[in-house]
């Protein structure tokens, strides 16, 4: 009989923190979503490549509203750092060997051979621009704790050759846009919100090449994500395609959260970190559907965190089925492409499972 009264306080507790995540989500709307974007995109014209002077007004963005986002249990800070290029070097000059061995086409091992002569020069010219991740964090009851990471840098790349125009427009609405505006629309949902557990959101810099952004928090926070008490990494790009007539599915609203491959090390902690928020998430009831891919999808930040056997995965679009190819880091990613409904219900979504995370 104990037994069973356990279970049925426990079901009434998670039903009445399931009502208490879905009152706070509502207030996250379509149009406030749209304005923060538009906010951010004008700041940092025409491009956030690092170094740039919208890259420095991006910068100056993300201080301003995280140095209003203050309350009890809530820390922030900035972490300037000099990027890793000689790391971030090998990785290329590894994935190069790596391609050697499997590849038999001699054109297309020509071509990433040249493709990563040019990445190496262009991380050889950044060395001597500094890095700014920022992190905000807010202290729960307990030291368990997960890490939202986005990164806030743009470039623009030839289609065909992926050679980097550090000079060319790159507005990077979807890539990555989509992942600040949903951080600082998280930070303000959760920041008068009492939580049993403790998140840092992170703002990544200097990520797209290299990982350079990551490379720089992990060597400064890596006793703390090495620690029992540490849940994984989740990482949220490019939340802002959403089409019917290029999906290959035909319908609206199918999303993905990417893990690492069933036979690599730590695939289980992957998996229960992706099951676990994506059950959350579905209790706010959106329009949409994050699936789970255990593909080892490995174009974002959580990638570079399994090398560190951690566990790390990434809410994405249909990166399969509906890919918003044609305006990936190019000089036409702008706001106006994307799709704000099923945007903002991603936010929805995402928020939903890290709040009832938090709070449950």
């Not at 507005?171 to 403790?198: C, F, S, W, Y």
């Not at 056997?309 to 990936?328: H, Y």
Request: net charge positive; hydrophobic share 40%.
């Amino acid at each position: 009989m104990k037994k069973v009264l356990t279970i049925f306080f426990f079901l009434i507790l998670q039903s009445v923190n399931a009502i208490e995540v879905n009152k706070e989500i509502n207030r996250i709307n379509e149009a406030d979503t749209l304005n923060y974007m538009r906010d951010f995109l004008k700041v940092s014209r025409p491009s956030r490549f690092p170094g740039t002077p919208g890259s420095l007004a991006a910068k100056k963005y993300l201080q301003d509203f995280l140095k209003n986002q203050s309350g009890q249990g809530i820390e922030y800070f900035e972490e300037i750092f000099a990027p890793d290029i000689a790391s971030a070097i090998l990785m290329y000059e590894s994935d190069l060997e790596s391609f050697k061995k499997t590849s038999t086409n001699a054109d297309d091992f020509k071509k990433w051979t040249k493709f990563t002569d040019h990445i190496k020069s262009v991380l050889k010219s950044m060395h001597s621009v500094q890095g700014s991740n920022f992190i905000w964090k807010k202290k729960g009851e307990s030291d368990d704790f997960i890490v939202l990471a986005v990164n806030y840098d743009s470039i623009t790349q030839d289609k065909v050759s992926f050679f980097i125009d550090r000079d060319a427009r790159s507005p990077g609405a979807d890539n990555n846009a989509t992942g600040v505006v949903l951080a600082m629309r998280l930070i303000e949902l959760l920041r008068h919100q009492k939580t049993k557990k403790t998140i840092w959101v992170v703002f990544l810099d200097m990520e797209q090449i290299g990982f350079l952004g990551s490379r720089a928090f992990y060597q400064a926070h890596q006793s703390q994500l090495h620690n029992k008490n540490f849940h994984g990494i989740v990482g949220a790009s490019m939340l802002g395609n959403d089409t019917v007539e290029k999906d290959k599915e035909k319908k609206f609203g199918n999303f993905k959260v990417y893990t690492k491959e069933k036979n690599k090390r730590g695939f289980e902690n992957d998996l229960f970190l992706a099951e676990t928020l994506v059950e959350l998430g579905r209790k706010a009831k959106t329009k949409i559907e994050f699936s789970i891919v255990n593909n080892g999808f490995n174009s974002f930040s959580h990638a570079y965190y399994w090398e560190k056997n951690l566990a790390g995965i990434c809410f994405s679009q249909d990166w399969e089925n509906d890919l918003n190819f044609n305006r990936f880091n190019t000089a036409n990613d702008f706001a106006e492409t994307l799709n704000f409904k099923t945007f903002n219900e991603s936010i929805r979504f995402i928020s939903a499972a890290i709040l009832a995370w938090l709070t449950n």
